[in-house]
């Protein structure tokens, strides 16, 4: 498997300290006469005192599968995206899927981008 730029940003944020859920969407949207689904994700910092959000947008997602565990808080492991280019599938570039063993959430994208802000309490 390879890792490209945006996977190596990726990892530059730090992101196993992210565990703490707060919005999944997904949209679907018509890009070049075709439907396009992209997900945005957000994911908390947890026991810190300057807390921060985990930001990431998915798009050209496809196979995608969300079955949270049956505790009552949503809680991501850890998310992994890996480089799949070299399958020649097209339009598809990554596999992203959460590690845990009782959370099953994972897809293919084309693209994604990441990125890490303080969460702003007003």
């Known amino acids: 498997m390879q890792q490209d730029e945006a996977i190596r940003h990726y990892y530059s944020l730090n992101p196993a300290q ?5 919005q999944l969407s997904i949209k679907q949207q018509w890009l070049d006469g075709q439907v396009e689904i ?4 957000e994911l ?12 990431f947008r998915f798009s050209g997602v496809q196979n ?3 079955i949270p565990s049956e505790a009552s808080t949503l809680h991501f492991g ?9 399958y020649g599938w097209e339009n ?3 596999k992203v899927f959460e ?4 959370t099953k959430f994972s897809f293919l994208c084309r693209e994604f981008f990441t990125w890490c802000e303080q969460e702003n309490k007003t």
Request: hydrophobic letters at 40%.
């Open 78 to 86: 850890f998310i992994d995206i890996v480089c799949i280019e070299e």
């Open 64 to 66: 995608i599968k969300y």
């Open 99 to 102: 590690t845990e063993q009782d």
């Open 44 to 55: 908390r910092q947890s026991n810190t005192n300057i807390p921060k959000i985990l930001y």
């Open 38 to 41: 992209i997900v945005d994700l």
């Open 92 to 94: 598809i570039r990554y």
């Open 18 to 22: 992210f565990h703490d859920f707060f």
